[in-house]
């Protein structure tokens, strides 16, 4: 059974940082491509951040580059999300996701697994 499961949400003031991770179980982690997404309330689901099944390889949404970084430890079976310079848009619930192959996507329906989501809320 897959699980991937979300931590490290919070409340934080405009400026702040968190660190976001995602820890998988039940999948050979190194074979999956890893996203990030996030969802607002009234909005849809967005791409926000993958990287590739080595690590080599990592893309953004325009609107979070140069502010976040995605990482990931394969020993550890986790991804991070680095997230600086918060912003109130950047309020959402935050979801990370599985996509077995080396390469990854901003498509939503290119992940297979998903988390449960962690809420990440950017005071002003």
């Known amino acids: 059974q897959v699980q991937l499961v979300e931590s490290g949400g919070g409340l934080v003031q405009a400026g702040g940082s968190l660190r976001l991770s995602c820890a998988a179980s039940g999948l050979t982690f190194s074979n999956y491509a890893m996203g990030w997404f996030r969802q607002a309330p009234g909005k849809e689901r967005e791409f926000v951040a993958a990287i590739s099944w080595s690590g080599s390889s990592t893309t953004y949404s325009d609107s979070v580059k140069g502010r976040f970084t995605i990482s990931r430890h394969n020993a550890k079976n986790t991804v991070y999300l680095q997230m600086n310079s918060l912003k109130p848009e950047d309020t959402a619930v935050y979801y990370c996701?599985?996509?077995?192959?080396?390469?990854?996507?901003?498509?939503?329906?290119?992940?297979?697994?998903w988390g449960q989501g962690t809420q990440v809320t950017v005071s002003s």
């Open positions: 996701a599985a996509r077995w192959g080396s390469s990854s996507t901003a498509y939503t329906g290119g992940y297979k697994y």
